[in-house]
């Protein structure tokens, strides 16, 4: 699997029961829907999957993250985050550990009207969804519209950070792949 959550630090398979919105494929037969409208459904999926493989080079997680990562320890303070981000023009801040692993993100939502003093380990959000190298774009970017997540750490199979993926990333990644005629 592709998805990781971290809970304080903690990585753990992204629970598919958490949101079966990403994983169409595993569910059930809905409710009214009759088998045969179902099987059908299923084949005109994989009909398009199999076009959209001819056209198009499946994208992976480290194909469009950002890198290197600004971070900041939990120890550090709010005013620390906030000149960070001000600096670099980010919104998000991996907060890691000395082994670079992650335990927790803030965002300049989270520090809104925050004392400058207030440590992060205070206003981090320490249940936090991440991406594995090579987890397919298409995922991500379903994950992240249908959570509201802006961010997502990228991480490797030793667990540490290695990128971040932001909306900013997908909508870049769209651009690029979009032929010039579209934009005509």
Same mark, same amino acid.
């Given at each position: 699997m592709g998805l990781v959550i971290s809970r304080n630090g903690k990585i753990q398979d992204y629970p598919k029961a958490q949101n079966r919105a990403l994983y169409p494929h595993e569910k059930g037969e809905k409710e009214g829907q009759s088998p045969d409208k179902q099987k059908q459904a299923i084949r005109s999926y994989q009909e398009q999957k199999k076009q959209s493989l001819k056209h198009n080079k499946i994208l992976h997680a480290r194909d469009v993250c950002s890198t290197p990562v600004a971070t900041l320890k +939990?120890?550090?303070? @709010?005013?620390?985050?906030?000149? =960070? $981000?001000?600096?670099? &023009?980010?919104?998000? @801040?991996?907060? @890691?550990? &000395?082994?670079? +692993? @992650? =335990?927790? $993100?803030?965002s300049d939502r989270d520090l809104i009207q925050r004392r400058l003093s207030d440590r992060l380990e205070r206003h981090m959000s320490t249940n936090v969804v991440m991406a594995k190298e090579l987890t397919e774009v298409k995922l991500i970017a379903k994950m992240m519209i249908t959570n509201r997540i802006s961010a997502l750490p990228l991480i490797n199979d030793q667990d540490h950070l290695v990128g971040i993926i932001t909306k900013t990333d997908l909508l870049e990644c769209l651009v690029r792949s979009l032929p010039l005629e579209q934009y005509v």
């Open positions: +939990k120890e550090d303070r @709010v005013e620390d985050a906030i000149e =960070l $981000m001000e600096k670099y &023009e980010i919104h998000h @801040v991996p907060i @890691v550990d &000395e082994d670079h +692993k @992650v =335990l927790g $993100m803030i």
